[in-house]
Each structure stands twice: as C-alpha cells, then as structure tokens.
C-alpha cells in the first residue's frame, strides 16, 4: 500500500512532539501540557501506526513495551570494563584519596565534579546513529546481560537522541523511586509474594525479568552520568560530560556541582547530608570525581576501582528495635554466628528482622540479651548490625544470652578450636554446613552456577535431592521439573549452567571450595602457580610460603585442607564426574585475546578510542598491515591498506562486525 506523504510527515512530526514533551517532563522538569494532552498525542500516532503499520520505527514513542517474553538474556562484553567505585568514610580518607592522585597528577591543577550517589543497578547503554540499540547490566563488570527490551520501558530513557549521533555510549543507574518501591511492596503482600528488602534490589530484580510487559509496570527510573565513547570525541572533562548528557536527552540529578578544591567538595557533602532524602531515590553519599578527563587518564585505574573518582558514604542512620529471640546460624565453615531476631524496624526503606551480632564475644563485650532493646544500623549492602544496647530499656528479668552447647542444626558439638574467637560446629557432615558450601560453591565468583542460590538450595536439600558437592553433578533435570516454582525451562538451564561448571578456571574452582581464609585473590595465585588441579592437591606448606601474601595461617590451612581424606575423596568424585578445571595461561585477557587489529578508514568513533576498545579487551593494534594480522576494520573512505589486505586475503571486517565480534569473542 502507498503510504500518502502527508501521512509520513505527519507521524514523523507527532513522533517530534512526544520526544519534545519527554524531554521536557523527564529531563527538565518544566512540562508544557498536560498529561491527557500528552496522552492525546501518543494516541494519535498509536492510531496512525496501526493504520500504517509499516510506519512503525524501533525509536517510536509507541514502541516501548513490544514483543512477546524472552527466554533468557544474551550476554554482552563491555567495550571497557563496568568498574565499582572505592569508598571513603571520612574527609579524612578523603584527603588521602587526594594525595594519592596528587603524587601522579603532579603540580598541575586539577578541579572536582561531585554528584549525588544513585543507589540502583549501573547499565550501560549504546546508540547508533541516533538511536537506542543496546542496553546491559553491569554483571561482573567484564560482561553484562542485554536487557534492551526492558530498558526501553523505561519512560525516562530516550529511543532517540536529540542529536544524531552515529555512536554514543553512556552509562548510568537504573533505580526504583521510593514511590513505586512501596506500592510494588504492598501489592506483594496482598498477594502473599516475598517482598523485596530495598530499592536497589526492586530495580534489580525487575530489571532483570524476562517478560518487559512486567518490567513496564514497575515504573523504574534512571540517571546518567557518564559518556565512555561518542562519535564527535568525549568532552573534556565530567562537567561538561554532565551537560551534554542533558543536551543529548538524558536525565541528570541535579545534585552536582563543579568545585575547586576538597575543601568545596566537603561543604557540598555537609550541605547535601539531608538534601538527597528529597530526592525520589535512594541515596547514601556523594562521588567526588577528578574533572579533567586528562588527569583522569593519567590516573588511570586498579583492577577494580579507576583511581580518579571515590564515593564518600555517609554515616549510616541507625534505628531502635527489640530483639526477639537470638538464634545461632552455622556458615560454611561451621562457624556458629549469633544472629538477632528483631522486631521488625524500617530503615532506609528497607525492612529489617534480623541483624547479626558477629560472634559470641562481641555479643558478651555488648552484653546483649533477648528483650533487650538495642540500636541497629543499615549501612550500604552490609547487613544489619546492632552497634549497642539501651540500658534504660532493659527488662528486669532479663538475663545474659549462654552460648548453646550444640549445633543446633544437627546437635554436633559447638568448640572453640585454639585461640580462635567463633565457635563451630565440629559435625563434618553437619547439613547447614553442607548447604553454605554448596551456595559458596556456586556464587558468582566461584563456580556462577545460574539458578543454585540460597532459595533452591535449601528447597533442594530439603527434597533430599543434594546434599554435597558432588550430588550437584548427579542431578538430572526429571529431579527439577514438577518441583514448586520449576518449570521445564528453568531445570533444563540450571542443568546446563551444572554442566558448563565442569570446566572452569581453576581459580574459581579453587575458591569454591571454600578453604578457610583462601579468597579470590589468594585462589588466584594458587592457582597460577599450580596450574592443575592435581598440583594443587599435592602442594606443601614449603611451596606455598613461598608465594606472595601467603602466610602460615593460610598455608596451614590448605595443607590441612588438602590432605584430608574427605576432601581427597571429594576431587576425585568430582573429576570421575567429568570435572575438569583449566588453568587460563595467563590473565584473562578479554574476548580479543591473541588478535591484531588495523584500522583505515573513518570509524563511528575516534581512532583514539577504538584502540582503547580493543586493548581493554585483549587485542593489540599494529602500525602496519602484514601476515599475522588477524582483521582489517574498515571505516569510510578506506586507505590504500584495503587493497593490500585483500591481496594478502586478510579478513576485512566493518565496524558493526567488529561490535559483534566483541560481542562473540574471536
Ligand atoms: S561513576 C567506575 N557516578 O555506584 C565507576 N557511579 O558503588 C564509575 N553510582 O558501579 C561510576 N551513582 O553503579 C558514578 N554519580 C555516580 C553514581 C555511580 C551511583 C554507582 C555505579 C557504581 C557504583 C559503585
């Protein structure tokens, strides 16, 4: 059907006026009509787009909430890592921060943009000539899920930018306002559902469904604040970084300020303390971030925090509640951890019924005791804790907490084993102790077994279907399906997320076990130095000491751990079932690993950052074209090296075929 041309300029311009409206009511605040106006217009267009449905664009205001649920979500490698931020808790820490960077900057001068902390879930989002064609989580920093069809609910986000740009990547925070965080949790609770403990969580949680028709019900929003790569070259600096952010469409909090000095940037935290409850997220400190994008390139960044931005955390809020009951909760190591039942107390948002009380001679140092009416703190995602007891309140009967002989999980002794502070339980076979280890096994940083956190854990311990490590290995997906809250889908996944567990780094693996003081860093370097898994099992303590930061706590504990014919019998349970960790040669380098790259030819981005692309994920750039080049990227108007790459029969790729294969890895 011959669409008429008025028709097309027509949809064209309602298309023009709703953006403007967007822009207005979510970026400036400053709304020109009203919602049924507003409302009035999208029906319009609605109505010309079904009457053309050719017509219908991927950035049309109409197009938010399409297509049928997803079956999973693809994974998304970062074109340079999603790093977390170092926190501060004091100016103190603050002014060290600063003479850190001072003894890199050097005697230049350098100024500061402090902005609000957003307390939601970071997302990175990609443009391409204009439009929205990517978002994606965070996940481990390295690679991020695409969340595209859910992000594009959201009403604050633009499909389209004001400018069109051929390439733009921003990132920002996805948060759910204090408003829409307590209407979701009372429908919850009418419908008997689990609530969710904080905002963060929410918009996590809701972000991350599969059906974007739910995700649009759950009203989340988001603020930007940062330009990693843009077609016209990055400003210079955070300030304007912030500017163009709006300029382009993006919504902004308001809560920044360029500053000159620490001293400006203390001022705004003490007269921002309270400011931020007003605003319609969550909130619990402010970033302070070196302006100049030269300076902060020099800064550069550690493995995990870039050097040149700190978040500063305010003092944490803390509440008055009673303790209800103490309970003893048995970690993975056996460790028995009083915990208090609270009567249930809101603090920041969240609803809070338990909080922990460390270990058995801090509770008696704090003299707590069951009635007691105690303060208790929330402070950023670390658990409750009570800090102190209001004596006053303290009921006269009231007598000091004993600790219980026994686990009472499964009766076993609870001992203090030499000058340790924790009491365990001594039962190798204690339940509780099996059920953490296999959660710790399964963890994200350890084997990211998908679908085996703590809720199916326990559902699956308690059906008797696991009750080690190694009975992981023997589930079967006829053991899932038909069990409350697994359908076919989700048992054919946790199934296949078991079988990729088989072969992983060892490092992971190696963290897995969860060896008592062994954490990531330490796996690491074990595990670089064994190299296989059969190595490990047959370090000594000699060798250990040897490497660096391991010392003869840690060591002992290995060994000890190493040795042990349960743990002996363990591995070789495991490797008979087909697990088979690797050891990666050198650090992982990223999905370029071992590919040379040259480019000709205009890129969507500058020269500049196309290299820093393809080095952060593992890839190296040559200066000239020759036989171990592994692909020509090809931009407009391409210099004489295309021909001569055709001739050498070198793969030529363009730079949507470059985006892919970061995407797929080489
Ligand atoms: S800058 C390298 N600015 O806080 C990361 N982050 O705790 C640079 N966040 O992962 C981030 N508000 O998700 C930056 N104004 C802000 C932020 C912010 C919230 C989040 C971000 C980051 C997390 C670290």
């Known amino acids: 059907m011959d669409i008429p041309a008025y028709v097309r300029k027509k949809v064209e311009e309602l298309r023009k006026e709703i953006l403007r409206h967007e822009y207005l009511y979510y970026v400036l605040n400053k709304p020109e009509i009203t919602d049924e106006e507003f409302d009035k217009l999208m029906r319009e267009l609605q109505s010309w787009e079904k009457k053309y449905p050719e017509l219908i664009t991927q950035d049309s205001p109409t197009q938010r909430v399409g297509g049928a649920p997803l079956e999973g979500f693809e994974k998304v490698t970062h074109s340079i890592p999603m790093l977390s931020l170092e926190n501060a808790y004091s100016f103190e820490e603050l002014k060290e921060w600063e003479e850190r960077a001072g003894k890199i900057i050097l005697d230049e001068v350098w100024t500061y943009v402090a902005e609000l902390k957003i307390d939601g879930l970071s997302i990175s989002l990609l443009y391409e000539n204009g ?30 930018l004001r400018e069109n740009l051929k390439y733009l990547e921003v990132r920002g925070e996805v948060y759910m306002p204090w408003e829409a965080f307590t209407k979701l949790n009372q429908e919850r609770e009418k419908e008997g559902e689990a609530l969710f403990a904080n905002p963060r969580n929410a918009a996590s949680g809701s972000l991350r ?47 920044w300020e360029h500053l000159k000095n620490l001293k400006e940037v203390e001022e705004f935290i003490e007269k921002n303390k309270e400011k931020r409850f007003d605003m319609d997220c969550e909130s619990d400190g402010i970033v302070i971030k070196i302006n100049e994008r030269k300076f902060q390139e020099r800064l550069g960044t550690t493995a995990k925090f870039p050097r040149w931005c700190i978040a500063y955390k305010y003092p944490s809020e803390a509440k008055e509640t009673k303790i209800k009951d103490i309970i003893i909760q048995i970690g993975r190591t056996g460790t028995a951890t009083p915990v208090a039942i609270l009567e249930p107390v809101q603090i920041k948002g969240s609803t809070i019924q338990r909080a922990t009380l460390h270990n058995y001679e801090d509770l008696k140092r704090k ?35 004993l600790m219980p002989e026994n686990c009472p999980e499964c009766g076993g002794k609870l001992l203090r084993i030499g000058d340790e502070v924790a009491f365990r339980c001594t039962n190798p076979s204690c339940p509780a102790i ?39 290995y023997k589930l079967k997906k006829e053991d ?24 992983a780094p060892l490092h992971k693996f190696i963290f897995g076990l969860g060896i008592r003081y062994v954490g990531e860093k330490a796996a690491k370097t074990i595990a670089e130095y064994s190299k296989s898994l059969d190595k490990f099992m047959n370090l000594t303590k000699e060798e250990l000491l040897q490497l660096p930061e391991i010392g003869e706590t840690m060591a002992e504990s290995i060994i000890s751990f190493i040795k042990s014919p349960e743990v002996i019998k363990l591995i070789e349970e495991l490797k008979s079932l087909g697990v088979e960790p690797y050891c990666e040669e050198e650090e992982k380098k990223g999905p370029l690993e071992n590919l040379t790259f040259l480019i000709t030819g205009k890129l969507p981005i500058s020269r500049e950052e196309a290299k820093n692309i393809i080095e952060k994920n593992g890839g190296r750039v040559l200066s000239a074209i020759s036989k171990n080049l592994s692909y020509l990227i090809v931009g407009e108007d391409p210099g004489s090296k295309l021909k001569k790459a055709k001739e050498l029969g070198i793969n030529i790729i363009n730079w949507e075929e470059f985006l892919k294969l970061l995407q797929k890895g080489g």
């Open 209 to 255: 469904l599969l059906d974007p028709k739910i995700t649009a019900k759950r009203n989340l929003k988001a603020y930007f604040y940062n330009i990693v790569s843009m077609d016209a070259g990055v400003p210079e600096t955070q300030k304007d970084i912030l500017i163009k952010l709006k300029e382009l469409g993006f919504p902004v909090n308001p809560l």
């Open 434 to 472: 099996a059920q953490e280890s296999i959660i710790h096994y399964a963890k994200r940083d350890a084997l990211n077994i998908e679908g085996l956190g703590e809720k199916s854990v326990s559902q699956l311990f308690e059906k008797g279907l696991i009750k080690d490590i190694v009975s992981i």
């Open 131 to 160: 439009i929205l064609v990517r978002g994606a989580t965070r996940g481990d920093g390295i690679t991020g899920e695409n969340v595209t069809q859910n992000i594009k609910t959201i009403k604050v986000i633009p499909l389209r």
């Open 480 to 503: 899932l399906v038909g069990l409350p809250l697994w359908g076919e889908k989700k048992a054919q996944n946790l199934i296949e997320a078991i079988e990729k567990s088989k072969k």
């Open 367 to 401: 003299d707590i005791r069951i009635g007691d009416t105690v303060l208790v703190e929330k402070g950023g995602d670390v658990i409750p804790k009570v800090v102190g007891v209001v004596i006053e309140k303290r009921e006269k009967e009231s007598k000091p907490f």
